[in-house]
C-alpha cells in the first residue's frame, strides 16, 4: 500500500505536505465488484455543484464516487468535515463513532443475526440492498446536520449536506419516520442514535451552535463554580518571552501540572485563528460516556496507567530522564550532522508493548523477501515523521487520520472476511463493520486518553524543560549553578555555559552560569525557502518543533492521546482484518515537502510492516515534536492497546447477534444504613430488569426495565423492603 501526495480537494487551502491519500495502483477489480450507488453520478456532479452557490469558486467539495459503498462515501464526507472544522480530537472521534453508529445500525436492521447498537428494529424491503443504501444516507444526513451546527464552518456545511444528498440521489427534505420506508428507518435511526448521545456527558447541548455564536462553543467546559469545572494551577506561560520564573512574566507555581500557553496570533491546525489563551479542550471528557470501557468510580480514569514521573518525588530520576530524552529527540531534527538511518521494517518494528525495542523483520511474510533497505538522512526522517503524525493527512487529527489509513488498507485487500475468518462478505458489509470496529475503538481511547489528562493533569515538556533548565544543573554540587531540580549534564546535548565556553564559540552569544540544551531553535522567518537547524541555546528558551502560531496543545500532556488513539486503532484494524500486517506487507507514505521549515532535502517515504509499527512511529513522532516525553508515550500505547482489544472484543457480539446473551455477574451486598445494594454488569444500549424476592425460592416480582448507560450498574434495596433475593435479565427492548 502506498500514499501518493497529491492535490487536495476538500475544503481550505491545504498544507504544503497534506495531500490527500490515493488509493493504491494495487487495488484489484475484485475489491470494486460490489461499489455500486443508487443512481448514477454524473449528473450528481452539476446540482453538488450548483447547489453550494456561492462557496464552489473557492471550496471543491468531496463528490460521492460510483465505485464506492455508500458507507464509504459517507465516512469520506465526514472527514471532509474534520478537515474543515477546529480540531477536537476526543470531540472528532465521538463524531466518528456516532456516524458509524448509524451506519452500522441501518446495516443491521434489515440483517436477520446482526444486533444494532442504539437502534434494535428489523424491517425488510423488496430489495435490501437499496434499502441499506437509502437508510444509512438518512441516518447520516441527519446526524450530520446535528453535528455540523457547531462547525467552524457551519454556513458551508449547511449548504454541502443537502447538497450531498441530492447527489446521491435522496430527497433531502424527506422527514418521514414511517418505518416501511427506508428513509422512515434512517430518520428514525437518527432519532435513537442522537437521543442516546446527546446526554454522554460530552455536553454537546451545552454548546452553542452556528449562527448564535461565531465561532461556534462546542464541548464547553462546565460553567463557573461546578464542581467539575476545571481550575488552572498555574498562570500562563508566554513560549515567546525569554526564562521562565526570572522575572519575565513566565512563572509556574506547580511544574508538575500542565501550565497552558498564551500565544499571540495563535492558529490551530486547519488554519483558524484561535484564542491566544489556551482553554482546556476536552476538560470535562472524564465523564464521557464510553461504548466497552467499564469503571466503579465515575471519577476515576477508565484505564489507570498510573501516576507520570514528577519532580521532586520518588520519580524525580524518571522524570529528569524523559526531559533529556525529549531534548535529544530534538538535536537530531537536523541534517547537517550527516547521519544517515535505515527507516525501512527491515530495521525499524515489531517493539513490544510499550517499548522501543523492536530490531525490524528478517522478511516480508507476503513476499518472502528481505525488506529493501530505505536509507534516510535522520533529520529529514525526524522532521517528515513528526509533520505527517502531527496533523494527519488534511488535518484529520488522529481519530480521522486511522479513518483514512483503513480505507486504504481496504483498498489494497482483495477478500474480506471479518476477523480474516469466515464468509467473504460485499464490501458495503465490510466498510459498516470497519467503521464500528474502528471508531468504536478511537472514540474509547478518546474517553480513556482524556480520563487520565484530567485525573493527573500531566506537565508538558516546553514548561518542564525551561523551569529545570533555568534553576541549573542537578549533575554536580562542586560545578556551578548546582540545584537537585537543574536538568542532568550530558556532554554534547546539556552544558553548563562557562566563561571559556562562550570564548571558544562553543557557546557563543549564551550567558555564563546558564543551561545550554543543543537544540532546534524554532521555526525560522521564511519557513519555505528556511531551516533553523539546531544549535545551542539557554534551556529557558527551549521550544517545540511546531509552528510558531501552535506550539503545544491545549490540554494536558499525560497520557498522549495520539499513541493512545494509534495503538487502538491498530489493534482494531488488527482484530477486523484478521492481521497486523498492511497488505502485502508493506504500507508507506512519501512526504515531499514540510511545513514548519524548508526540507526535506530528498522526499521521505516512510514505511510501516504492520499497523503496530505504525502505531509506534505516532508516539515516536510527537517526542521529536517536542509535544510529549517517552512516558506519555509508552503508556498511551499500553492503554491503548486494551481499549482496541475490549472494543473489538463486544463489536463481534453485536455482529453475530450474541450481545442478547451476555452473561451477567450479580452481586449484593448490606450497607451501613441497612440497605442491601445489588450491583450487575450490562451492556450499553440494552434494557435490564431486576427481579426481587424475599425468599430464594421467589416468587420475584420484575422492577421496572431501564436502559443501560454504564458497564457496571448499582440498584439499592430500602431496609424496610423484605425482598433481600434478586436477579436480572436483560432484553433489546424495554
Known amino acids: 500500500m502506498e500514499y501518493v501526495d497529491v492535490p487536495r480537494s476538500p475544503g481550505v487551502i491545504p ?55 455508500i458507507a464509504r462515501n459517507w465516512n469520506e464526507r465526514a ?9 477536537h480530537p476526543p470531540g472528532q472521534a465521538r463524531n466518528l463513532f456516532t456516524f458509524s453508529v448509524c451506519m452500522y445500525d441501518a446495516w443491521a436492521a434489515y440483517d436477520p443475526k446482526a444486533v444494532g447498537f442504539v437502534y434494535h428494529g428489523k424491517h425488510t424491503a423488496p430489495d435490501i440492498a437499496a434499502a441499506r443504501r437509502e437508510a444509512i444516507s438518512y441516518a447520516m444526513y441527519r446526524m450530520m446536520l446535528e453535528r455540523h451546527a457547531y462547525s467552524r464552518t457551519a454556513t458551508n456545511q449547511a449548504t454541502a449536506n443537502p447538497a450531498f444528498m441530492t447527489a446521491l440521489g435522496y430527497d433531502p427534505e424527506n422527514v418521514s419516520r414511517d418505518t416501511s420506508t427506508p428513509a422512515g428507518v434512517g430518520n428514525s435511526i437518527y432519532d435513537a442514535v442522537s437521543a442516546y448521545f446527546l446526554e454522554d456527558g460530552s455536553r454537546q447541548t451545552a454548546g452553542t451552535p452556528f449562527p448564535t455564536a461565531n465561532p461556534p462553543v462546542a464541548y464547553p467546559d462546565y460553567p463557573v463554580g461546578h464542581p467539575r469545572r476545571y481550575v488552572f494551577v498555574n498562570p500562563q506561560l508566554n513560549p515567546f518571552l525569554h526564562g521562565i520564573d526570572d522575572g519575565s512574566g513566565n ?27 489556551q482553554g482546556y479542550l476536552g476538560a470535562q471528557w472524564l465523564w464521557v460516556r464510553t461504548f466497552s470501557l467499564a469503571r466503579t468510580d465515575e471519577n476515576k480514569p477508565w484505564i489507570d496507567p498510573g501516576p507520570p ?26 541534517t547537517e550532522d550527516g547521519v544517515v538511518v535505515d527507516i525501512s521494517p527491515a530495521t525499524i518494528g515489531d517493539n513490544t508493548l510499550g517499548a522501543n525495542d523492536g530490531h525490524g523483520y528478517d522478511t516480508n511474510p507476503f513476499t518472502g523477501q528481505p525488506y529493501v533497505p530505505n536509507p ?9 515523521l513528526t ?88 549533575s554536580d554540587p562542586s560545578l556551578p549553578s ?6 542532568p549534564l550530558v556532554p554534547d546535548l546539556i552544558e553548563l555555559v562557562t566563561d571559556a565556553t562562550v570564548a571558544s564559540g562553543r557557546h557563543e552569544g549564551l550567558t555564563p552560569g546558564k543551561i545550554a540544551v543543543r537544540s532546534w531553535p524554532g ?11 539546531v544549535k545551542w541555546l539557554h534551556a529557558e528558551d527551549w521550544i517545540t518543533y511546531q509552528k510558531k502560531t501552535f506550539v503545544t496543545p491545549g490540554f494536558p500532556g499525560y497520557i498522549s492521546g495520539h499513541s493512545t488513539f494509534s495503538r487502538a486503532a491498530a489493534e482494531a484494524l488488527t482484530g477486523v482484518t484478521g492481521s497486523k500486517w498492511f497488505p502485502n506487507g508493506l504500507g508507506s507514505y512519501k512526504l515531499p515537502s514540510l511545513v514548519n521549515e524548508a526540507g526535506p532535502t530528498q522526499p521521505v517515504t516512510l514505511q510501516w510492516a504492520t499497523f503496530y509499527d505504525a502505531a509506534d512511529q505516532v508516539g515516536l513522532s510527537r517526542i521529536w515534536g517536542g509535544i510529549h516525553p517517552p512516558a506519555d508515550d509508552f503508556a498511551g500505547r499500553r492503554v491503548g492497546s486494551e481499549v482496541g482489544k475490549t472494543a473489538w472484543a463486544l463489536v463481534q457480539k453485536y455482529f453475530d447477534g450474541s450481545v442478547t446473551d451476555s452473561p451477567i455477574q450479580l452481586a449484593s451486598r448490606p450497607l451501613s444504613d441497612g440497605n442491601v445494594e445489588v450491583r450487575f454488569n450490562a451492556v450499553r444500549g440494552l434494557h435490564y430488569t431486576v427481579h426481587s424476592a424475599p425468599d430464594v425460592n421467589g416468587p420475584y416480582v420484575a422492577g421496572p426495565s431501564s436502559l443501560a448507560l454504564e458497564a457496571s450498574i448499582a440498584s439499592t434495596n430500602a431496609p424496610s423492603d423484605p425482598k433481600k433475593f434478586f436477579r436480572v435479565t436483560s432484553s433489546l427492548n424495554p
Not at 309 to 326: H, I, Y
Open 309 to 334: 514521573p514528577f519532580l521532586g518525588t520518588a520519580t524525580d530520576a524518571e522524570f529528569k530522564q524523559n526531559l533529556v530524552a525529549v531534548i535529544r529527540a530534538s538535536s537530531e531534527l537536523t
Open 523 to 533: 521555526q525560522p522567518e521564511f519557513p519555505a525557502e528556511q531551516t533553523s537547524g
Open 79 to 87: 472527514l471532509e468535515g474534520i478537515r474543515m472544522d477546529t480540531p
Open 15 to 69: 498544507h504544503r505536505n497534506s495531500g490527500s491519500l490515493m488509493h493504491s495502483t494495487q487495488t484489484s477489480t475484485a475489491s470494486l465488484r460490489s461499489r455500486a450507488l443508487r443512481k448514477p453520478l454524473a449528473a450528481a456532479w452539476l446540482a453538488l455543484t450548483a447547489m453550494i452557490t456561492g462557496t464552489a469558486a473557492t471550496i471543491n467539495w468531496y463528490v460521492p464516487k460510483a465505485e464506492y459503498s
Open 387 to 474: 509533520e505527517f503524525w502531527a496533523d494527519g493527512p488534511s488535518s484529520e487529527t488522529p481519530p480521522g487520520h486511522w479513518n483514512s489509513i483503513a480505507n486504504h488498507v481496504s483498498d489494497d485487500m482483495t477478500s474480506f472476511r471479518i476477523g480474516g475468518a469466515g464468509p467473504e462478505v460485499d464490501r458495503l458489509e465490510w466498510d459498516v463493520k470497519l467503521y464500528f470496529t474502528l471508531n468504536a475503538a478511537v472514540f474509547d481511547a478518546g474517553c480513556a486518553a482524556w480520563s487520565v489528562k484530567r485525573f493527573y493533569n500531566g506537565w508538558r515538556p516546553l514548561s518542564a524543560i525551561r523551569y529545570c533548565g533555568g534553576k541549573g544543573q542537578s
Open 251 to 277: 512563572s509556574v507555581v506547580d511544574v508538575n501540572q500542565w501550565q497552558r500557553l498564551i500565544v499571540a496570533g495563535s492558529i490551530d491546525q486547519n488554519g483558524f485563528p484561535q484564542n491566544p489563551l
Open 376 to 384: 534516510t538522512l535522520r533529520g529529514d526522517f525526524t522532521r517528515a
Open 482 to 487: 548546582y540545584h537537585t531540580n537543574g536538568l
